[in-house]
């Protein structure tokens, strides 16, 4: 049994050095598996503190998971953060890619802010657990009826707590290269809140990471925080066209910081 070991210990990092789609999963595995380890010391950490499920949580969240870009061999490179300092609800819009988008959440995430997330996360383990104690707004997407109720409930929270949520409009990951249409949730739960809206947009991840191919290596996150789209006086009537205004900034902005240099992509190594 020790030699079998000790033979699995050598294997790999030989494996990290010989093969991609090794280092993919181990990397894909490692990340599920240390978020959930995080969980399990965040969950006592915000009953503690809060007592129970509170927005306030999400900043033990923060600070407990903004070390695990480093483990993957990620970094960010933020800017517009002036466009962040906004007081009062907001509404913030981000192009979504992959589970990777929570390390950059957290790595700008303004106090008092949670998300829009679907209702089956709410069932992951430890994470699950943590998320609803974080505040986090859980929406069934099969049910059109229930989203919409869903988010007029977020509203009024927005309007009587004063909290911020931050929504992937896309609805879904999406590593195609461009942005996918906007669904108009996150556009009518501005407007109903009248709260300005801020988008922020990450550059792609494809000179780093790519599902399909099984390509996990080092690289660099741009983000980019837009200045704020105010929504004061307008209607339903008005959700459409800011949806589109919303989507031409994000998109323009998406392909610029896409296009801006090479990934500075180091060793596949963790």
Not at 165 to 173: A, D, K
Not at 188 to 215: C, D, G, M, T, W
Not at 232 to 251: E, F, H, I, P
Request: aromatic share 12%.
């Amino acid at each position: 049994m020790d030699a079998f070991w000790m033979i699995v210990l050598l294997l790999i990092p030989v494996l990290f050095f010989t093969s991609s789609t090794f280092v993919f999963y181990f990397k894909k595995c490692f990340y599920v598996a240390w978020m959930m380890f995080l969980a399990v010391f965040a969950i006592p950490i915000c009953i503690l503190k809060s007592g129970g499920r509170d927005i306030e949580n999400m900043r033990v969240i923060r600070f407990l998971v903004r070390h695990v870009k480093y483990f993957l061999g990620l970094r960010f490179e933020v800017s517009g953060w002036a466009h962040l300092q906004t007081e009062g609800p907001f509404v913030i819009i981000s192009n979504h890619q992959s589970s990777l988008d929570v390390l950059g959440m957290m790595e700008i995430l303004p106090d008092r802010c949670t998300m829009i997330a679907k209702k089956e996360l709410v069932y992951a383990g430890t994470v699950g657990i943590v998320c609803w104690l974080g505040g986090i707004v859980f929406i069934n997407r099969k049910k059109t009826s229930d989203a919409k109720s869903v988010m007029g409930q977020a509203a009024q929270t927005m309007l009587d707590q004063k909290i911020r949520l931050w929504v992937f409009p896309e609805g879904t990951r999406n590593q195609k290269g461009d942005l996918l249409p906007f669904k108009k949730g996150a556009f009518h739960l501005a407007i109903q809140a009248q709260a300005p809206i801020v988008p922020v947009v990450f550059s792609s991840y494809s000179n780093f990471y790519l599902r399909k191919e099984k390509q996990f290596k080092s690289g660099t996150i741009r983000l980019k925080i837009l200045p704020k789209i105010e929504t004061k006086g307008l209607t339903s009537d008005d959700v459409a066209t800011l949806c589109d205004k919303s989507y031409a900034v994000m998109r323009s902005a998406f392909l610029e910081v896409s296009r801006a240099g090479s990934q500075n992509n180091g060793p596949s190594a963790l």
